[in-house]
């Protein structure tokens, strides 16, 4: 199961037959043959029960855990031949992550944060790099905190600026987990509103695993997931 893309254009992820197991004696089968494209520009939804395997799928497009067996694909890029200091490579180039708890660097200010990836992948700071993190943090309305430390943030705000910096090195696609889960609805509806405007305004791509229905209907498109498989696909 899974989507195509317009024709002519390229997957930002292409997962074919991949399957993950755990063990050595006793084998785990945590996900069971899993076919799914992610396209440019695709606001999409991963969502099950708690076991379905949505953590592990999300791991193996993150480049962060590699399958059993199936490829796995980064705009066209076959991942499975590539050595760990290569898939950090792609990773940091096309990937960007979003998590329920928001992991800023609490020494650093709300600009360091957005400026990390940069900073650590061009190893000293730049006029560009500043100016790019600026210009995230008033994107996601925090223009006004950039020299705030990250303790001195309200939950809210620590989640914007991990947005911000999950974006700074422009990536074809972001993966959040559970990126709401730790938020007050109102402030969960706000987040949620912010990824829809960034999606439509840069185009780019999304896959967030929620278990809260309010946010997955408000993405373009639903995957579930029950017991290692796709269960459904839609689109709203």
């Given at each position: ?148 430390r990250a303790t001195d943030l309200s939950g809210g705000q620590a989640q914007r600026v991990a947005i911000a910096r999950a974006l700074v090195a422009e990536p074809a696609l972001v993966l959040a987990d559970e990126p709401t889960g730790n938020l007050d609805t ?51």
């Amino acid at each position: 199961m899974g989507e195509s893309v317009p024709a002519g254009e390229t997957p930002v992820v292409q997962l074919r037959g991949v399957r993950k197991t755990y063990g050595e004696r006793v084998v785990t089968e945590v996900l069971k043959g899993i076919d799914l494209q992610i396209g440019p520009r695709d606001l999409s939804a991963l969502t099950g029960p708690s076991g379905s395997g949505k953590t592990t799928l999300l791991n193996l497009v993150g480049l962060l855990d590699r399958p059993t067996s199936g490829t796995v694909e980064i705009e066209g890029t076959d991942v499975g031949g590539l050595d760990d200091g290569d898939r950090t490579g792609l990773r940091a180039a096309k990937l960007g992550f979003v998590f329920q708890f928001h992991h800023l660097m609490p020494a650093f200010t709300a600009l360091e944060n957005v400026a990390m990836p940069l900073l650590a992948r061009h190893g000293r700071p730049a006029p560009w790099i500043r100016e790019r993190a600026l210009a995230l943090l008033d994107e996601v309305g925090l223009a006004e905190r950039a020299r705030y430390r990250a303790t001195d943030l309200s939950g809210g705000q620590a989640q914007r600026v991990a947005i911000a910096r999950a974006l700074v090195a422009e990536p074809a696609l972001v993966l959040a987990d559970e990126p709401t889960g730790n938020l007050d609805t109102e402030t969960s509806a706000q987040v949620v509103e912010l990824l829809e405007r960034i999606n439509a305004r840069r185009g780019t791509a999304f896959l967030i695993v929620t278990h809260e229905a309010s946010v997955a209907e408000r993405c373009h498109r639903i995957v579930h997931m029950v017991d290692g498989r796709i269960d459904s696909d839609r689109r709203r």
